[in-house]
């Protein structure tokens, strides 16, 4: 998926500094990518309110009480805001959002400000799996992701799949709406679309930039996608042992699917 490119000059490492390799998605930590995509969101993702609908209702639609949510790869909660949205204001439901990047876990305030009380954050890296270590085994009825995951390796993701499925309670829900890898002729068509939007937007709020600028932005890759197919994914999912596994949404890079940790297990 694009990302607004990073700008400003990238300091290099001091000769004395370590040299490590960053995460992938890494460039989500700066804020001068994590805020033009968090003010332009809900514009530029292909087919997002459609997917977001659809996500509500199957959460609202779940058996079991959702009472603790866990946002993966957050953001500032928009996955936890469509979740506690939900029970209406006097809910008791909380949420737990995750993310490694501050600048966008600075925004949540913002976001669930009508959710006073009901949230909060952590720190955490989703490429090892250390970042569950202060969350309550069993303690979540769902689990929801929104566009993080696809940075992750194949084995992070897979691995990742049985972590949510221990930090699960017994019949709760894994959700997540993911760029994921596609072949055929509608291979690239989310990033287009994603590019036209901008286009379009930049028109729409009266901006100054030429299309050729606006598209040169949001087709920058630096944000390092490792997308993987559905099919695999879905296979992941049930090798970690939830059930009713799901594809619920598919257009062409964008799909959402979930499972759920089985009731006696
Ligand atoms: C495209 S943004 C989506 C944010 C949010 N879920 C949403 O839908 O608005 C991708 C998010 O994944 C997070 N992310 C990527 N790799 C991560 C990792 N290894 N650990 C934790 N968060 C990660 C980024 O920091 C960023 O907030």
């Known amino acids: 998926m694009s990302a607004p490119p990073p700008g400003g000059p990238t300091s290099a490492p001091s000769p004395e500094a370590p040299i490590s390799t960053p995460s992938p998605g890494a460039v989500w930590q700066r804020p001068d990518v994590a805020h033009p995509f968090l003010d332009q969101r809900q514009t530029l993702v292909p087919l997002v309110d459609v997917q977001e609908d659809l996500i509500r209702r199957l959460l609202a639609r779940h058996p079991r009480p959702l009472a603790r949510v866990l946002d993966v790869g957050s953001g500032n909660g928009a996955m936890a805001e469509l979740a506690l949205a939900l029970g209406g204001a006097g809910s008791g439901s909380t949420a737990v959002l995750v993310d490694f990047s501050q600048p966008m876990l600075e925004r949540a305030g ?25 969350l309550p085994a069993g303690g ?21 799949f049985g972590e949510l499925f221990a930090l699960l309670a017994p019949g709760g829900i894994f959700v997540n709406m993911d760029y994921v890898a596609i072949g055929g002729p509608l291979r690239g068509l989310f990033d287009e679309q994603l590019i036209a ?68 297990a």
């Open 140 to 160: 979540f009825g769902a689990a929801v992701s929104a566009l993080a995951i696809h940075h992750l390796p194949a084995e992070r993701k897979r691995a990742l």
């Open 197 to 264: 939007n901008a286009v379009r937007a930049e028109h729409e709020c009266g901006g100054t930039r030429s299309d050729e600028e606006v598209e040169r932005d949001w087709a920058d890759d630096s944000d390092e996608d490792r997308p993987d197919s559905v099919e695999d994914q879905l296979r992941w999912l049930t090798g970690a042992g939830f059930e009713e596994v799901e594809l619920h949404f598919k257009w062409a890079e964008a799909a959402v699917f979930s499972g759920v940790r089985p009731a006696a």
């Open 110 to 134: 913002a976001r669930l400000e009508r959710f006073a009380g009901r949230w909060q954050t952590l720190h955490g890296d989703l490429s090892s799996a250390a970042w569950s270590q202060p």
